[in-house]
């Protein structure tokens, strides 16, 4: 099922093994293929949609050229489907010769050209979800390979590995965004898994290492725009990857603006990398809060990004106070809401706040401290 698929999206990186090795200090932003095209394979029948070198080229100049490289979408991401079906006699991977004919270390020049990043996509299991050759037994070979071809990231996926599973989550998962419906059903379902899971994700979250909870669907016609914002908007609260996978071509301007929010997008990327928590549910509504920046470390305060998701199907008025969810600093908040830059005015921790969101949908704000310490300065964080 989506967002339980276990993979990691490991920066490549041969020479240093720590951790804290200055990457990935925030979300990775970049855009995969799998969740729009899958593993198409058949360019005679969707020339404009299968797996090969052109779509790679085609999503990095979007990227590129329309302002997503610039909000902070990096990377272009290779999903499965990508290699020849069997190794070369030397045990070297090779990609399929007739959908990437130019090769890997060509499309990482073309995509490095545009100030972007290449990502790959691998298997630790014996064969990728895909049935592709996996790197169970090849691991030394492979990180070989994909240095040599310049890669910079490698998603590493976890299908058969033990046991020979048959790939089951994948074709589901097809079907699943496949409609309406589905899609955001598919959403919901990782949101109330992370809900969940929160006191074992949230220790795991931070700097240099991510939660994933799978790609950004926002720009497919298959969810609307409450729903759009409302994935990007708790998917910035968890500071999780903001990986789309649409395809860029053809992203309506609506959408794009979504992708492309920098108040929502500056939550998510906050240097802090704290993952926001879900802090009370009230019915169909649940309302999250992520510690940020501006902080003052003096004073021991900082700014807050507070989400108010209504999973029903009607418009909800939701009330609460500040201090009800932690932000209890007696000097108040200027209140920003987010997704239209409209100031909501200065409330202090016992003030009620009301929000209306929209059904599928959110309402996102930011909470600053109204005053900091003289002593901070301009850099009023760090602690
Ligand atoms: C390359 O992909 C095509 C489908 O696009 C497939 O028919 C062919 O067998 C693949 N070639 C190799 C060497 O795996
Ligand atoms: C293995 O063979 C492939 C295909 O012939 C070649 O491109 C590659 O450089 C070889 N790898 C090594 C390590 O010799
Ligand atoms: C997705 O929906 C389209 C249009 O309804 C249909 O043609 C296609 O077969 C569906 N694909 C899957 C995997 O269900």
């Not at 048959?166 to 949101?191: C, D, F, H």
Request: charged share 20%; proline share 6%; net charge neutral.
């Amino acid at each position: 099922m989506l967002g339980l698929q276990l993979f990691l999206i490991v920066v490549l990186c041969y020479r240093v093994s720590s951790l804290n090795n200055g990457l990935a200090r925030t979300p990775p932003m970049g855009w995969m293929s799998w969740t729009k095209f899958y593993c198409e394979i058949d360019c005679v029948k969707y020339p404009y949609g299968c797996i090969n070198e052109d779509l790679y080229k085609s999503q990095a100049d979007r990227l590129a050229e329309d302002g997503y490289r610039e909000a902070g979408y990096v990377s272009v991401h290779i999903d499965d489907c990508w290699m020849a079906n069997e190794r070369a006699p030397n045990g070297s991977l090779l990609a399929n010769a007739t959908r990437f004919p130019s090769g890997i270390p060509a499309l990482a020049d073309y995509v490095h050209q545009k100030g972007l990043k290449l990502g790959i996509y691998e298997d630790y299991g014996t064969k990728t979800c895909g049935g592709y050759p996996g790197s169970y037994g090849y691991i030394e070979i492979d990180a070989q390979t994909f240095a040599a071809w310049r890669v910079d990231y490698l998603k590493l996926d976890g299908c058969n590995i033990d046991v020979e599973k048959y790939p089951i989550g994948y074709p589901q998962m097809e079907v699943a965004l496949n409609n309406t419906g589905r899609s955001w059903k598919s959403i919901a379902s990782i949101i109330d898994y992370y809900d969940k899971n929160q006191d074992k994700l949230i220790p795991a979250n931070k700097p240099g290492q991510w939660n994933d909870p799978d790609m950004i669907i926002v720009g497919n016609t298959e969810i609307t725009e409450d729903q759009s914002k409302a994935q990007m908007t708790i998917w910035s609260i968890w500071s999780a990857p903001l990986i789309m996978s649409n395809d860029l071509r053809t992203v309506t301007p609506e959408f794009k603006a979504i992708l492309l929010n920098p108040r929502v997008i500056a939550v998510d990327q906050d240097p802090l990398g704290i993952m926001g928590r879900l802090v009370a549910k009230i019915g169909l509504v649940s309302i999250y809060v992520k510690k940020m920046t501006p902080c003052d470390a003096y004073l021991k305060i900082c700014s807050y990004a507070v989400a108010v998701l209504n999973k029903g199907t009607r418009q909800v008025t939701t009330s609460f106070k500040f201090n009800n969810i932690g932000l209890d600093y007696p000097s108040g908040y200027n209140i920003l809401e987010l997704w239209d830059g409209r100031k909501m005015g200065r409330f202090q921790p016992t003030d009620t706040y009301q929000a209306v969101v929209p059904p599928t949908g959110v309402h996102f704000i930011k909470a600053t401290p109204t005053t900091f310490s003289r002593k901070m300065g301009k850099t009023p964080f760090d602690f």
